[in-house]
């Protein structure tokens, strides 16, 4: 068959995977701490062509047979930051994670938009505890919570003027942010041979990291990936009409 | 068929329930004590069609994979418990809470629920109830000869009687305290009950352990910055938008696809 056909379709495929992350990217554009996604596609191996017809075999140069998508990367941009007022919400100026234990294990996340639990621990929306230095933060009930720039949690009883602290956020980078999966619900995952290590990252208590999502970005991003769509799609069409051809014309008689 | 057509579609489900949120706590921008709500998002699961790490050869490693995301999704409405404006009103049986705590109510069927609207009002009995009728607990009777009401900053309530030289002690008003008050559900009508995630009351008298006190003939306002709302409401709509535009893009695409057999 004519391989260009396939070649187009391989283009068509890429532009599909392209849109699902921009679309991703768009359903997301209000997530507290999400990190937008960019595709990045790559050519197949092209294939060394050779005349074998009319004397010896001699190369005669490469030719693609298509793309495909190679990488989805997340981009750690920073988010802008919205002030809040709420005293349990974290926001992380920099690079850095908040460390979070889930059944599964430690989990990384940007979204500092933390709840206290009924027992009185800081906790994330889904109710896993954010680990401090040294676990678990355990906050109590009566008092009103400080959150200095370096991470350290105070808390403050009523009608008392000294403040009690009890911990210091655990936040931690990775030298290479690729090692990091994520898993959904705000979390990354860091991968088997990816060490944490610890940050000196500031935060800024009262306020919450928007997602990092560049809505002009992505509706260009929107409009060139259904362009090459279209663009793939009529390739394949053009293909197709020259295969017409070559079964219904080149054998007609008279 | 096209998954950025759920996944867009999940995002405008999600702007349509931040945009509900929203329009609640601008319905309610003028409730006494109402507390305002917050749509708070996470992404959905992610399916990994080529994982980071693995082995491409003898000794390379693949440096990044391929994650493909599904969405966003609402997680939790949040109540943020910040202190609403003050409104002077003059009247007696008006009262504010300065700082966290509830106001206790007995339910018809027995059982309490707490609220921040100190909008009270006297009934037949002269028992102190709130605007539904449900008496405050503990109950709390106003002699029907008493010509005016006072109640302290830390909760004693006394009544001018006349001929009476010094005012009569009605009794003490407790206020609850959560450890989780953004646990808390709301049944309508400014009325709240505790759920596992809240925690039990805790119950103390006003000015106690932080549970703030009793101003009288105030009002605590709602605690919803209309600016703020209408910032929220105009980003959440323009969401919306974007992702209904992803939506007729991946509508467009497939159509193309239909299309190429002719």
Same mark, same amino acid.
């Given at each position: ?39 990045? &596609? ?23 047979? /298509? ?23 974290? @926001? ?10 889930? #059944?599964?294990?430690?989990? +990384? ?8 639990? @009924? ?92 997602? &990092? ?15 090459? +769509?279209?663009? &793939? ?22 | ?7 867009? /579609? ?6 349509? =329930? ?55 999704? !609402? ?8 202190? /609403? ?7 007696? !049986? ?13 339910? #018809?069927?027995?059982?309490?629920? +707490? ?23 503990? =109950? ?29 002690? !009605?009794?003490? !008003? ?11 559900? =709301? ?22 352990? /932080? ?28 969401? +919306? ?22």
């Amino acid at each position: 068959m004519i391989r260009g056909i396939y070649t187009s379709a391989s283009g068509m495929l890429a532009e599909t995977a392209r849109t699902d992350v921009i679309s991703n990217n768009l359903a997301n554009v209000n997530t507290t701490g999400y990190k937008r996604d960019v595709t990045i &596609n790559k050519d197949f191996a092209s294939l060394l062509m050779e005349r074998i017809n009319d004397g010896p075999v001699t190369p005669i140069g490469g030719m693609g047979v /298509g793309t495909m998508v190679d990488e989805i990367a997340t981009i750690q941009d920073q988010g802008a930051f919205k002030v809040t007022g709420n005293p349990l919400d974290v @926001a992380i100026k920099g690079k850095g994670f908040f460390v979070i234990q889930t #059944p599964a294990g430690e989990r +990384y996340t940007r979204n500092g938009s933390f709840q206290r639990s @009924a027992q009185g621990e800081l906790v994330t929306s889904e109710g896993y505890r954010v680990l401090g230095q040294g676990g678990p933060i355990q906050l109590g009930d009566t008092e009103k919570v400080n959150i200095s720039s370096d991470g350290r949690v105070q808390l403050q009883q009523p009608g008392q003027i000294e403040a009690v602290e009890i911990g210091q956020l655990r936040i931690v980078e990775f030298a290479d942010e690729k090692q990091l999966l994520k898993e959904g619900d705000s979390m990354f995952k860091a991968a088997p041979n990816a060490r944490p290590q610890a940050s000196t990252t500031m935060v800024e208590q009262s306020a919450l990291e928007m997602a &990092n999502t560049n809505a002009v970005t992505e509706m260009i991003n929107l409009i060139a990936a259904f362009r090459s +769509y279209e663009i &793939n799609s009529k390739a394949v069409q053009t293909h197709d009409t020259l295969m017409g051809r070559a079964v219904n014309d080149v054998g007609k008689l008279g | 068929m096209m998954r950025a057509l759920w996944t867009a /579609g999940s995002g405008m489900v999600a702007q349509q =329930a931040n945009v509900d949120v929203i329009s609640n706590n601008l319905a309610n921008v003028n409730t006494t004590g109402f507390k305002k709500s917050r749509a708070e998002f996470e992404d959905l699961m992610y399916q990994t069609i080529r994982a980071a790490g693995s082995t491409t050869g003898p000794d390379s490693q693949l440096p990044a994979g391929v994650q493909m995301g599904h969405g966003a999704k !609402l997680v939790a409405t949040t109540k943020m418990y910040t202190q /609403g404006s003050f409104q002077a009103t003059g009247n007696e !049986l008006d009262m504010t809470i300065a700082g966290d705590g509830f106001f206790q109510i007995t339910m #018809p069927d027995g059982t309490l629920a +707490y609220t921040r609207n100190g909008a009270f009002q006297r009934d037949s009995q002269g028992r102190i109830v709130t605007s539904e009728g449900y008496p405050i607990e503990p =109950a709390i009777t106003i002699p029907s000869t008493a010509t005016a009401v006072m109640v302290s900053k830390d909760g004693r309530i006394s009544a001018t009687i006349p001929g009476q030289s010094t005012p009569q002690d !009605l009794g003490q !008003l407790q206020l609850a305290r959560f450890v989780n008050p953004a646990g808390l559900s =709301a049944l309508g009508s400014s009325l709240l009950v505790p759920t596992a995630a809240s925690g039990d009351a805790v119950v103390t008298n006003p000015t106690v352990d /932080g549970a703030g006190g009793i101003e009288q003939k105030y009002l605590e306002m709602s605690n919803v910055q209309v600016v703020d709302e209408m910032v929220n409401m105009i980003v959440a709509q323009r969401a +919306y938008e974007m992702n209904s535009k992803a939506v007729t893009t991946a509508d467009s695409m497939l159509e193309i696809a239909a299309q190429l057999k002719r």
